[in-house]
């Protein structure tokens, strides 16, 4: 497995694996050998790439019939209907303006995005966690848009997020589910 970002400061995040190779590249000029992979595969990213130099690039590095596999998760989502309000208001109204435009390919499972074949049927998945309200309110802080938005007005919202939903959310330990939902587009490239 070889595992490429543009950023040598994210792969320095990566949990070490002797199985893994980690590499500062591209990824539409990843250096890597022609003809020589079983599968590429784009987590959460591709709405930054140059789609059609990304693509030739997966034809050159994929063998005959290899897969390519893209895929972002959605917006998250709690298992109570009022925590869920607060967490969809807080991302749709409050940072909802500070995310980046590209955030609409993210918001449409990628659909809004060229694709370069036909398209394998993939099953309905997601990702589901149960966490404390500190470790969603430690996520929600993580967002990018979170970011811009204590940029443009100098001030945190997350900590009136956490007071409103501490009124509900029960125990601070208490731990409820969130889920993400998962958009997966792949197809075989490259064929025989």
């Given at each position: 497995i070889i595992a490429t970002?543009?950023?040598a400061a994210q792969l320095h995040q990566a949990k070490p694996d002797p199985r893994i190779s980690y590499r500062v590249a591209v990824a539409e000029d990843s250096g890597l050998p022609a003809a020589y992979f079983d599968l590429v595969s784009v987590a959460q990213a591709l709405h930054w790439f140059d789609c059609e130099r990304f693509y030739a690039e997966v034809r050159r590095v994929?063998?005959?019939g290899?897969?390519?596999a893209v895929w972002c998760y959605g917006v998250c989502s709690l298992d109570y209907?009022?925590?869920d309000a607060d967490l969809q208001t807080f991302y749709r109204d409050v940072v909802g303006p500070y995310w980046p435009a590209e955030r609409r390919h993210v918001e449409?499972?990628?659909q809004t995005l060229p694709f370069p074949a036909p398209e394998l049927a993939v099953p309905a998945l997601?990702?589901?966690q149960q966490w404390s309200l500190a470790e969603l309110t430690g996520y929600v802080s993580s967002w990018s848009a979170t970011g811009a938005y204590i940029k443009a007005r100098g001030e945190d919202p997350v900590p009136a997020l956490r007071?409103?939903?501490a009124?509900?959310?029960g125990d601070e330990q208490d731990r409820h589910e969130i889920r993400w939902p998962l958009a997966v587009r792949a197809a075989l490239l490259n064929r025989p």
């Open positions: 970002d543009l950023s994929l063998r005959p290899g897969l390519l209907q009022r925590g449409s499972a990628y997601a990702i589901t007071a409103a939903m009124s509900h959310w």
